[in-house]
C-alpha cells in the first residue's frame, strides 16, 4: 500500500481547511442532496465529499457510509487531492497503491474509486467530491466531466458556507456595534463632510429631543448653538481629507433641541475615513444636571465658607497630627496673629503660649494638650472643652473656651487625621463674672454695714437696753426695727439667689441626720413662730441620714418654715417631718393656712412669686425664700415640689439623697445597658460600701467632685474605652482607681476588685486600739459588717507592734489604755514616721481640753466622746472617715 | 464660759458703740474697743488678759485675717479664742475663716439683744 504523500502547499492547505469552519458540523441536506444525486447519476453506492483534515478525511456527507471519517493513511482521496484532475481507480485489487488498503481487504470492500478535487477560492484542494463502488468499472470521459461539474456545484456550497459564516459574523458585529450605539448614555451622531447627518443613537435622540426624521440628513450645524459647520468641523484638528484623528477632549458648546431650546453640551469630535469619505462621529452629553449638580455644591462650599469666614467663634481645621490647616477669621482676630501664621503653628503651642507665672508652667500646659490630643487621636475620645489663658500673637492675654472636636471624615481611616477646633473669647465673660462677684462682695459688705448699724441701734432701744419707751414711741421703733430686719433679709436672699443661681456655690456634703437639720430650722424661726402664736411641731419617727450640706438644708427648711408660719393663722400648727420614702429622704412642711390655688403651685417656687401680690408688703417675705429652697434642692439632685387642699393649709415637700455609709463607688452605666448595672449596684451595697449611679462620663465627673469615690466600676460594653478616656481627661478624676467588671461578676469576685483597688478594705487596714473586752470586738464586727475588715490591739505595746506589722490606713484609738497612755502612742508612731499621713479617730471617755486635742491634731484627727457616741456612732464615722480617706480631701 | 474681758475690734464707729453696749449690757462683758487691727496689736502688746476677741474682717491696712496671725504670733496665749464677725458671710468665707484658726464666725448685721448669746455658743463649742 501507499500512503499519499503530503501536497508540497499542505500548510496552507490546512488552513484553508479549517478556515471552512465545516469541520465536524453537522450534516447539511444541501450537500446531501449532491452526493444522492451523484450516486445515481453514476450508479455507484457510495458518494462523499471529503474534506482532508491533517490526520483524517472528514466527510461533510456520505451515502452508503456509516462513518464519517477514517485515517488519512488509508485515504483514496488524500490522493486524489494530489492531482488536478480526477483521480479514477478502475479496480482498487488490480492497483498496487490500494490492494492491501483495509478499506479495500476489509469493509466498505472498496473495488472502484473516482473523486474529483474541490478547490477553495485561493485555490487550495480542500478535498473530493468522490464515487465508490464494490465492484471494478470505469469511467467514460462525459461522466468524468459530470462528475467535475458537480464537484465545481459542491464546491460551491462549500464556499459559500465560508460566505455565509462571514456574513454572520459581520452582521454579529454590527448588532453588537448596534447594541453599544443603543446602550450608551453619549449621543452619537456621525455626519458626513457636507455637514449632513448620517446616523444619530437614541441617546442623541432623547438628548437633542428629535426623532430620527429631524435630524438624519439634515445640518450638523443646527444641533450646535452659535458654531458653523467649518467650527464645528475645526474641533477635529486640521481636516486632511482621508486622515484619521484621534477624538480631542471633550469641550464644553452650547446644544439646541429641535423645540428650539438650549443646554450645556460636552461634546468631542473624531473623523475617521469610511470608503473614502470623510465620516465625523460627534459624542456629546447633556451635561445639565451635572454642572447643576456642581453649582449645588460650589454654592453649598460657598455657604458654609461664609459662615466658617464670617463665625463669631474662631474656627480651625487642625491636623491632628501637625499644624492648623485653615482658620478662619475670627481665630485670626482673636489670637491677633495672620491666618498664615495660624497655618504654620500646632493647636498645642497656641494652649503652650501662655506665659502668665499665675497660670499653670508652660509645659505642663504642653503636656495636657499633647494628652488630649493623642486621646483624640487613639479615638479614646471624640471632643474635649477645655477653658484656658492664651497669649495673643501681640502678647497679650485672652481666655478662651476651646472645644476640640475630632472631624468624622466620610471614609473612616485608620485613624482620624483632623479635627475643629472652636475657640470662643471668654475674656469679657469671666471679667463679668469677676466683677459680678466682686460686686456682690462689695454690695453684701457696704449694704450690710450701714444696715447693721441700724439694726443694731434700733434693736438696743427696742430691746430696752437704754431704758422704757413711751408706748407710741416704742410702737414705731418696733416698725422701724421689722423693716431693718426685712431688708438685711432681702440683702441676704438677693445675695443668696445670686450666687445659688449662679451654680458657684459648691456643695459641702455630709452624711447628716436629718432629725438634726429638721431641729436646727425650727429653733431658728421659733421666735418667729412664737410671735404669730404658732406652734411647729416635729415628726421624725425613723432616724433618717441624708447626704447633704446641712447649712444649705436647714436654709431651705427655714424658708418653708417661715412661708409657713407667715400664712398660718395663729394658734394653728405647723408639722415639720421627714420619712424614707421611694429609696430618698423626703421632708414635709404641712401648715394649716389658706392653701395654695392649684393654678399656682407649679409657679410658687419662682422669684417673686407669691399667691397674692400684697403678700410681699403684709408679710414682710422677701418673696426669694422659696425660690432659694428650690435651688438648694436641687442642687442636692432632689426634688421640691407643693401640694395643696383648699382650705386645708399647703404641703410643701423635697426629697434628699439618704447617706449610705462606707466607701463610695461609682458605677458608670454606659448608655446602652442597663441590666448587669443593677446588679452591680446591689452587690456593692451588699458589700456595706455606697453605690453610686452615673450614666455618662460627665455625670460621673460631677458626682466624683461631690462624693470622691474610692473606686469606679465601669462594667465592660461598647463605650467602655470611651468613658475611661472621658475620665482621663479629668484631672480630678484621674487618680481615682477605675475596674472594669464583667457581665457575670460574683459577688466575692467583686469584693476582691475592690480591695485590689482601695487599700484601704483589704483586711487589717483598720486598726482598733481598745482594751473593753466587749467594746473592741463590737467595733470589729460593727466595721465588718460595713465590709471594712479592722484589726484589734487590746494595749498600747500590741497596736505598736501592730503598726509595724502593716501600717493600717485608720486608727481608732482609746487614749486610756492598761499599759500606756493614748498620747505616747500617738507621739510614737508619728515620731516614727510611721502614722503620719494615717487618719486617727480619737474614741474616749477622757473629756479633751483643747491643748490636748492640739497635741493630736498634728495630723488628721477626729473626736468622739465615749459618753455621747456610741459603738454605731464610731462605726458610721470611721466609714465615713474611711471615704474621705479612700477619696482624699474634696477638691 | 462666764463672760470675761473681750477685745473687739472693728472699724466701724457705730458697730463698735452698738457692739459695746450690746456686749456689756446685755451680755455681761469687759469690752476692750480697737477700732483698727494695728490698734488691737497695740492693746494686745500692752494688755493681754483677755478672755476672747471679736474681730471684724474687712478693715482698711491690717484685716480680720491679718490682724489674728498678728495676735497669734505670741502677743495672745493661743487659748484665748478669736471670733470673727464679718458682713461678708458666705459659707466659702467661712470655712477659709475657720481655717485660719478662728473659733467661729459670727453674722452682720447682728441682733444685738442676742449677739453675746451668739457668742456665747461659738465660745462653748
Known sequence: MTEAPLPPDEAARLESVRALAVLDTPQEERFDRLTRIAADLFR?????????????????????????????????????????????????????????????????????????????????????????????????????????????????????????????????????????????????????????????????????????????????????????????????????????????????????????????????????????????????????????????????????????????????????????????????????????????????????????????????????????????????????????????????????????????????????????????????????????????????????????????????????????????????????????ERLVRLVNDILDIERLGSGRVDLELADVAARGLLEQAVDTVEAMAAAGAVTIRIHAPQEVDVRADGLRVVQALTNLLGNAIKFSPPESEIVVSVAVSDGAARFTVADNGRGIPDELLDGIFERFRQVDASDSREKGGTGLGLAIARTIVEQHRGRIWAESSPGGGATFRFTLPLHAPGVGVLVIEGEDESDGVGRIVEQVRALGHRPLLAHTAAEAIALIAQERPGAILLPLGDRCAEIRAELALDASTREIPVVLVGPSLATDELLEELRTAIPLLRPGAVLIVEDDPSLGPILCRALSARGIPARLARDGAEAVQAVRDAPPGLVVLDLV??????????????????????????????????????????????????????PQDVERRVSQLLGRVVGGPPA | MIPGRLLLVDDDDDIRTIATISLERVGGWTVVAASSGAAAVAIAQADDAFDAVLLDVMMPDLDGPATLERLRSGLLSPDVPIVFLTAKLQPADQARLNRLGAAGVLAKPFDPMGLPRDLERVLAR
Open chain 1, 817 to 870: 489604755l492598761p499599759d500606756a497612755d493614748g498620747f505616747a502612742i500617738v507621739d510614737l508612731l508619728r515620731g516614727d514616721g510611721l502614722l503620719r499621713d494615717t487618719p486617727l479617730l480619737v474614741y474616749s471617755a477622757l473629756d479633751l481640753d483643747a491643748g490636748a486635742r492640739r497635741r493630736l491634731q498634728d495630723g488628721q484627727t477626729e473626736f468622739l466622746g465615749k459618753a455621747d457616741a456610741t
Open chain 1, 44 to 484: 455507484v453506492p457510495i458518494c462523499t465529499i471529503t474534506l482532508i483534515d491533517a490526520n483524517r478525511q472528514w466527510f461533510k456527507s456520505c451515502i452508503g457510509l456509516d462513518s464519517r471519517e477514517t485515517p488519512r493513511a488509508f485515504s483514496f482521496c488524500a490522493h486524489a487531492v494530489l492531482q488536478d484532475e480526477t483521480l479514477v481507480i478502475p479496480d482498487a485489487q488490480e492497483d498496487e497503491r490500494f490492494a492491501d488498503n483495509p478499506l479495500v481487504t476489509g469493509e466498505p470492500r472498496i473495488r472502484f474509486y473516482a473523486g474529483h478535487p474541490l478547490y477553495s477560492p485561493e485555490g487550495f484542494k480542500l478535498g473530493t467530491l468522490c464515487l465508490i463502488d464494490r465492484v471494478p468499472r470505469t469511467m467514460e470521459a462525459t461522466e468524468i466531466v459530470r462528475l467535475r461539474e458537480l464537484a465545481q456545484v459542491a464546491e460551491n456550497e462549500l464556499n459559500s458556507l465560508e460566505l455565509s459564516h462571514a456574513l454572520r459574523r459581520l452582521s454579529d458585529s454590527e448588532q453588537r456595534l448596534h447594541a453599544v450605539m443603543d446602550g450608551v448614555a453619549e449621543g452619537i451622531v456621525t455626519f458626513a463632510a457636507d455637514g449632513r447627518v448620517l446616523s444619530a443613537n437614541p441617546a442623541a435622540l432623547a438628548t437633542f429631543r428629535a426623532d430620527p426624521g429631524d435630524l438624519l440628513g439634515r445640518g450638523v450645524d443646527r444641533l450646535v448653538q452659535g458654531m458653523n459647520l467649518d467650527e464645528i468641523r475645526a474641533r477635529v484638528g486640521a481636516v486632511e481629507p482621508g486622515a484619521e484623528t484621534e477624538p480631542r477632549a471633550r469641550t464644553l458648546v452650547t446644544g439646541r433641541r429641535s423645540d428650539g431650546t438650549l443646554f450645556p453640551l460636552e461634546l468631542a469630535i473624531s473623523q475617521a475615513n469610511v470608503a473614502g469619505e470623510a465620516l465625523f462621529i460627534g459624542i456629546g452629553m447633556d451635561v445639565t444636571v451635572a454642572r447643576e449638580a456642581e453649582r449645588a455644591l460650589r454654592q453649598s462650599e460657598w455657604r458654609f465658607r461664609a459662615i466658617f469666614d464670617s463665625a463669631a467663634i474662631g474656627i480651625g481645621l487642625m491636623r491632628l497630627d501637625g499644624p492648623i490647616v485653615d482658620a478662619n477669621a475670627a481665630l485670626a482676630q482673636m489670637l491677633r496673629r495672620p491666618v498664615q501664621e495660624l497655618r504654620a503653628m500646632e493647636l498645642r503651642e497656641l494652649i503652650a503660649a501662655h506665659h502668665d507665672p499665675d497660670a499653670r508652667p508652660d509645659g505642663e500646659a504642653a503636656d495636657e494638650g499633647d494628652e488630649l490630643i493623642a486621646a483624640l487621636r487613639g479615638r479614646r475620645a471624640h471632643q474635649f472643652r477645655r477653658d484656658l489663658p492664651i497669649t495673643r500673637g501681640d502678647g497679650t492675654t485672652m481666655w478662651g473656651s476651646l472645644t476640640v472636636s475630632v472631624l468624622q471624615e466620610e471614609e473612616e481611616a485608620e485613624a482620624p487625621r483632623f479635627a475643629i477646633a472652636l475657640l470662643e473669647d471668654i475674656t469679657s465673660r469671666r471679667e463679668a463674672e469677676r466683677v459680678k462677684d466682686e460686686f456682690v462682695s462689695v454690695v453684701s459688705h457696704e449694704l450690710r454695714t450701714p444696715l447693721t448699724s441700724i439694726r443694731g441701734s434700733l434693736g438696743l432701744v427696742t430691746g430696752g437696753v437704754m431704758g422704757e419707751l413711751p408706748p407710741e414711741v416704742q410702737a414705731m421703733l418696733d416698725v422701724a426695727e421689722q423693716n431693718a
